[in-house]
């Protein structure tokens, strides 16, 4: 049986695209930006400059090495959402405490997969690379 898409991602000009929550179940409202990381997706969601930005992570698989209780960039993730082409909630780093859903749902972080993120990071120019503050740097 296939699973049926349960959220959306509504960009400012209308399009749609359709995917799977994890994290948090609840709407959010934030500026999209993309971040090309391979690795690094704690230190992402946990980075206090993506406050109330969602992140747009272009890598294909997010989650599959959990979270670690050591590798936070703050203790209060405060990342406005994460939308990625596939969540993998079997983490399987031995030293994860929690998966990334976990963490998302603890902290109210909205999350939706399935999205095509390469497609949606090249083809809207409304979307840009994250940069850090230079006063964070």
Same mark, same amino acid.
């Given at each position: 049986?296939?699973?049926?898409?349960?959220?959306?991602?509504?960009?400012?000009?209308? !399009?749609?695209?359709?995917?799977?929550?994890f994290g948090a179940d609840r709407e959010a409202v934030c500026e999209l930006v993309f971040n090309t990381s391979p690795v690094?997706?704690?230190? @992402?969601?946990? =980075?206090?400059?993506?406050?109330?930005?969602?992140?747009?992570? !272009?890598?294909?698989?997010?989650?599959?090495?959990?979270?670690?209780?050591?590798?936070?960039?703050?203790?209060?993730?405060?990342?406005?959402?994460?939308?990625?082409? =596939?969540?993998?909630?079997?983490?399987?780093?031995?030293? %994860? !405490?929690?998966?990334? =859903?976990? @963490?998302?749902?603890? %902290?109210?972080?909205?999350?939706?997969?399935?999205?095509?993120?390469?497609?949606?990071?090249?083809?809207?120019?409304?979307?840009?690379?994250?940069? !850090?503050?230079?006063?964070?740097?």
């Amino acid at each position: 049986m296939e699973r049926k898409y349960d959220k959306k991602l509504v960009l400012g000009d209308g !399009t749609v695209f359709e995917g799977y929550g994890f994290g948090a179940d609840r709407e959010a409202v934030c500026e999209l930006v993309f971040n090309t990381s391979p690795v690094g997706y704690q230190e @992402i969601v946990s =980075d206090p400059s993506y406050t109330f930005q969602a992140v747009v992570m !272009t890598y294909p698989l997010i989650g599959n090495y959990g979270v670690c209780d050591e590798d936070y960039e703050t203790r209060v993730p405060s990342i406005g959402g994460l939308v990625v082409r =596939d969540y993998n909630g079997r983490p399987s780093n031995f030293r %994860y !405490t929690k998966t990334l =859903d976990e @963490i998302m749902s603890e %902290y109210g972080i909205v999350g939706i997969s399935g999205v095509d993120t390469r497609c949606l990071a090249v083809s809207y120019t409304h979307l840009r690379a994250h940069e !850090t503050p230079e006063h964070l740097v």
